[in-house]
């Protein structure tokens, strides 16, 4: 704000500095051409008279308050239009900086977005541990155990799981048809939800054999996430008092 004070009364002083000086040479120049004129014209005695009142009288009587009264004019108008553009760029380069911080809070935002994602699939995998021991499966080493003590086991952590799933998302098929059986692809079809595969050629529809029914979320209940600040930390470790 003060540089643009400074500059709107430096290129006052500059611009009307210019239109005096511009004016004075105007002046200057009619005031002498008059004069030279009535040198060329003293033989004819009338005419010289008429010359030398109107360079006499009039000249200072009008024509230079009215020539002042022009370039006073014509310079604060052209100081405004200066003023008016430059004040715009001071303008311009005073708000760079907040945009500046607004990137920065951007960037800080989607970080803090990312770790929110970060933490619901996190989470998700937390909620099937909870419920059906789903890590805890995985973690576990098959080759100890016979056919019949994995097969127990599986049964009891898809049943667990298979609640857990179907309490938040409650999952259904894209298709819903038997795999093996040939559909018809209309067109218009939303090809995030169907996967053509093999020999796609042509417009639709399209005819094909079902491999897979694909699953889309009946309902997206988002289990509340945990108080845990580390989103790393899927399920904590239990350590029980004796």
């Not at 938040?168 to 996967?195: M, T, W």
């Not at 009946?218 to 509340?224: L, V």
């Amino acid at each position: 704000m003060e540089i643009s004070k400074a500059f709107a009364k430096r290129s006052f002083l500059v611009i009307m500095g210019f239109m005096v000086m511009l004016m004075l040479c105007l002046d200057a120049g009619v005031y002498f051409g008059m004069e030279r004129l009535l040198q060329l014209l003293a033989s004819d005695t009338w005419t010289a008279v008429k010359i030398s009142k109107l360079v006499s009288v009039h000249f200072f009587d009008w024509f230079l308050p009215a020539s002042a009264a022009v370039f006073l004019l014509c310079g604060i108008i052209l100081w405004l239009v200066v003023r008016v553009g430059v004040a715009s760029l001071f303008r311009t380069q005073a708000v760079e900086p907040p945009l500046k911080k607004q990137g920065k809070k951007d960037a800080a935002d989607q970080r803090l977005e990312q770790e929110r994602r970060r933490r619901v699939f996190l989470h998700v995998l937390s909620v099937l541990q909870r419920e059906g021991r789903l890590l805890d499966f995985f973690d576990e080493d098959l080759s100890l155990y016979d056919d019949d003590q994995i097969g127990a086991a599986v049964r009891s952590i898809q049943e667990d799981c298979k609640k857990t799933i179907g309490k938040y998302l409650s999952p259904k098929p894209v298709i819903d048809r038997e795999e093996g059986d040939e559909v018809v692809v209309e067109l218009g079809f939303d090809p995030d939800a169907i996967k053509l595969t093999g020999n796609v050629t042509g417009t639709p529809p399209f005819k094909g054999v079902l491999r897979h029914r694909g699953w889309k979320a009946g309902k997206r209940e988002i289990p509340k996430l945990s108080d845990v600040l580390d989103s790393t930390i899927i399920v904590p470790a239990e350590v029980e008092m004796e």
